[in-house]
């Protein structure tokens, strides 16, 4: 569930330079991308993300991809996982420039999930267009986050799609932050970050 934070505290981390990253969505992104644009504007360069997520949406973690392809390349982002890193916001770990794991942290990648909601009245020709098409529309978006992830770990598509799958199939903490190390999910495991 990733841990919580009031608006004070949320407040002060950002004033340090700290963005916390709960559930990855549209929303977030564009606080996150509107908060570093505008430190960005009073000459800061450096920001860090701490990344105590589920995950969330994996078309917005592409989006902040691409908008962070709008930023001068002098912008360093330190990513910090704590807790729990899931899916998009493993994919959204995977943007910074220096990647940390809080040593006990779990890492959850998984395959890109879709949910339906149709009319059960429709014809079933209409019914199985809509399934093939959003099972097409959720494998595109896959394909984007694994070519995203695999390119800054070091791995091929087809290596990150076989660590998905073994998220898949199992339950509980699929990575801790020595396995994130080793298949370069991370840059470092450290026993001790301080966030406030």
């Known amino acids: 569930m990733g841990f919580k934070l009031n608006a004070e505290q949320t407040l002060a981390l950002n004033k340090s330079g700290k963005f916390p990253i709960g559930e ?3 929303d977030l992104v564009e606080s996150l991308f509107s908060w570093i644009v505008g430190n960005m504007s009073v000459g800061k360069k450096s920001f860090t993300l701490i990344i105590s997520s589920p995950g969330g949406a994996g078309i917005a973690a ?6 962070l392809r709008t930023l ?10 704590v807790d729990e890193c899931g899916s998009a916001a493993l ?3 995977q943007c910074c420039h220096e990647r940390i794991g809080v040593r006990g942290t779990g890492f959850f990648p998984h395959h890109v999930q879709c949910k339906l909601n149709f009319n059960c009245q429709l014809p079933m020709t209409e ?8 099972v097409a529309t959720a494998r595109m978006y896959e394909h984007e986050l694994a ?4 390119k800054r770990m070091g791995i091929s598509v087809t290596d990150w799609m076989r660590i998905a ?9 699929k990575y801790l932050t020595d396995d994130a190390l080793r298949l ?13």
């Not at 001068?72 to 996982?81: F, N």
């Not at 070519?147 to 695999?150: F, H, K, P, T, Y």
């Not at 073994?166 to 509980?172: L, N, V």
Request: hydrophobic share 45%; net charge negative.
């Open 72 to 81: 001068p390349e002098s912008v360093h982002l330190t990513g910090v996982a």
């Open 147 to 150: 070519q995203l992830q695999a």
């Open 91 to 93: 994919a959204l770990l």
């Open 165 to 173: 799958e073994h998220g898949e199939r199992t339950s509980g903490a």
């Open 127 to 134: 019914i199985i267009e809509m399934v093939e098409r959003e």
């Open 184 to 196: 370069g999910m991370i840059d470092k495991v450290v026993d001790h970050y301080q966030i406030f």
């Open 62 to 67: 592409i989006r902040f991809a691409t908008l």
């Open 24 to 26: 990855v969505s549209h």
